[in-house]
C-alpha cells in the first residue's frame, strides 16, 4: 500500500525525507557560492543540483514501476519539492 499522509496528517510522498534533504543539499550548495562566488563553485553548485534532481526523478521511476497506476496518481496530487 501507498502511504499519501505523514503522522501529520499532510500529503507526503513515500521519499518527501529524501527530496526535502535534496533541497537542503541545494541551499548549502548555494550558500558557498554566496560565500565564495567563483566559477568553480557555481560548477560545483550546477553539478550539484543536476545530480540531485537527477537522483529523485530515477527514484520516482522506481517508485512509478514499483507502485504503478497507484503511484502516477498519486504524483498528481502531490508536489515534488517541498
Not at 557555481?42 to 503511484?71: C, D, I, K, N
Request: proline share 2%; charged share 20%; aromatic share 20%.
Amino acid at each position: 500500500m501507498l502511504f499519501t499522509r505523514d503522522r501529520a496528517g499532510h500529503h507526503a510522498r513515500p521519499c518527501l525525507f529524501w527530496e526535502t534533504t535534496y533541497v537542503a543539499f541545494d541551499a548549502i550548495l548555494g550558500g558557498q557560492f554566496l560565500i565564495f562566488p567563483n566559477w568553480i563553485v557555481l560548477t560545483y553548485l550546477l553539478a550539484g543540483v543536476w545530480l540531485f534532481h537527477r537522483q529523485v526523478l530515477r527514484e520516482e521511476s522506481f517508485l512509478e514501476g514499483h507502485y504503478g497506476a497507484e503511484y502516477a496518481a498519486y504524483c498528481q496530487r502531490v508536489r515534488r519539492y517541498l
